[in-house]
């Protein structure tokens, strides 16, 4: 009998994105999983890496993995933050999750990635997720305003969790960045390993070299120097709107509960160190935001369940929106609540042009807009003020048929409930009823 070529099961050839490395085994990946080509992982020669394997574009189609008890505890703090704090989306829940528990693993770590947790004005929620993460993280060092000096001193070679809260008073203004010079150039160095800071010390003045090296979350008004944020994941948290509830956060009532889970994190992955330095995972994004990334998705994979999936789903996601994300323009809840006026003033229009906006904003002579640049508020200052609350221009119809570019009403609406709920307030049934407007 003539035999038969073996065919490939249709099923073992659909490759999962991206490959998931096996714990403990370098090269190897679980089952189901084709890696791509890497570098060789510690002790591998370069003809051990794996074949490149033909896979789909995204990560979305990634089964979940076999859990191990690390998906579960991760499961258990997620819950412990999302009881006290709204994060902007689920992939920044998970993205701060699995971020609490890299700090437990700082020594297997090339790069500590910083979380920048920042909104558009207060009361968003920045410094009750620094209250969490300071019973969550690994040895943390809490500051607000301290000296260069005092942190790298805080620094050792077994790194702390650095928790620097009200940034803006530190960054806010050109004047005081430029004052702050060398708490940028900290923040910057200790993103890497093996970065130190030179200072002369003691009587005889000798040189002393001092690690940087240590991951940290930094909160505050606006956003933080361009080259900090190029080194972080970045929480844009928002203020809470009508309907939605937190828990208060009680320090001597809550800590212990917070404190459970730490514990069991930290007892998790203690064992996993090494490990965790010989993992190569594939990573949807490149470059800084791959560093920055790559010890949260080690996290995810080492918990395995659905983490693998859910950490490179948040990693494209949020890379993704803060490159297109403005950089430079604060803007500030002043911007809605004057421009909630004047649609107000306009009968509620479902939709006004950018000319039209400037000019009634630049005619406030009680307002700043007419003064932060010679001619007044221009439409690419407006646009990148709009930004920060996700609010863009489009295409917006006349009344005599023709189209300029503009704002619709309906852009607001979210926003202004969040950050001026009492000027001229908007319920849902009032939205409703002046209808959405047309979309540019």
Same mark, same amino acid.
């Given at each position: 009998m003539e035999s038969t070529s073996h065919q490939p099961d249709p099923a073992a050839s659909t490759v999962s994105w991206p490959p998931v490395a096996k714990p403990g085994e370098p090269g190897s990946f679980l089952q189901g999983q084709q890696p791509e080509p890497v570098s060789p992982a510690c002790g591998q020669d370069a003809e051990a890496a794996p074949a490149e394997p033909a896979v789909p574009d995204g990560s979305d189609l990634m089964p979940d993995t076999e859990a191990t008890e690390g998906a579960d505890l991760l499961a258990q703090m997620r819950a412990q933050i999302a009881k006290f704090v709204i994060l902007p989306s689920d992939q920044a829940l998970d993205a701060t999750t699995l971020w609490v528990a890299a700090t437990h693993l700082q020594g297997s770590w090339q790069h500590a990635p910083r979380l920048a947790v920042v909104g558009p004005a207060k009361r968003c929620g920045k410094s009750r997720l620094l209250d969490v993460l300071t019973e969550t993280v690994h040895n943390p060092v809490a500051t607000v305003n301290s000296s260069p000096a005092a942190i790298f001193r805080s620094i050792t070679e077994e790194p702390p969790t650095l928790l620097v809260d009200e940034a803006d008073t530190i960054f806010g203004s050109p004047k005081m960045a430029e004052k702050? =010079?060398?708490?940028? /150039?900290?923040?910057?160095?200790?993103?890497?390993?093996?970065?130190?800071?030179?200072?002369?010390?003691?009587? =005889?003045?000798?040189? /002393?070299?001092?690690?940087?090296f240590a991951m940290a979350a930094i909160a505050g008004i606006g956003d933080l120097p361009d080259t900090i944020m190029d080194r972080s994941i970045v929480i844009r948290m928002r203020r809470r709107a009508e309907g939605e509830r937190v828990s208060p956060y009680r320090t001597k009532r809550d800590r212990p509960a917070l404190h459970a889970i730490r514990d069991k994190i930290a007892r998790w992955t203690a064992p996993l160190a090494d490990q965790a330095l010989c993992l190569e995972p594939a990573m949807p994004v490149e470059d800084r935001a791959a560093d920055t990334w790559e010890p949260l998705v080690i996290i995810a994979d080492l918990a395995g369940g659905p983490w693998p999936r859910r950490a490179r789903q948040a990693c494209k996601r949020m890379v993704d929106a803060e490159a297109k994300a403005e950089e430079d323009n604060p803007g500030g809840a002043r911007i809605l609540a004057d421009i909630r006026r004047i649609f107000h003033a306009n009968r509620e229009a479902d939709s006004l042009t950018t000319d039209q906006l400037l000019r009634e904003l630049n005619d406030n002579a009680e307002a700043p807009w007419a003064e932060v640049a010679r001619g007044g508020l221009t439409p690419r200052a407006l646009g990148a003020m709009l930004r920060e609350f996700g609010i863009t221009s489009g295409n917006v119809r006349l009344g005599d048929g023709t189209q300029r570019k503009g704002y619709t009403r309906h852009k607001f609406l979210d926003a202004w409930r969040r950050y001026c709920p009492a000027v001229h307030p908007v319920t849902t049934a009032t939205a409703e009823s002046t209808g959405t407007g047309s979309r540019g």
């Open positions: 702050n =010079e060398e708490m940028r /150039g900290l923040l910057n160095a200790g993103h890497q390993r093996d970065r130190y800071v030179l200072r002369v010390v003691g009587k =005889e003045h000798a040189p /002393g070299r001092f690690p940087t």
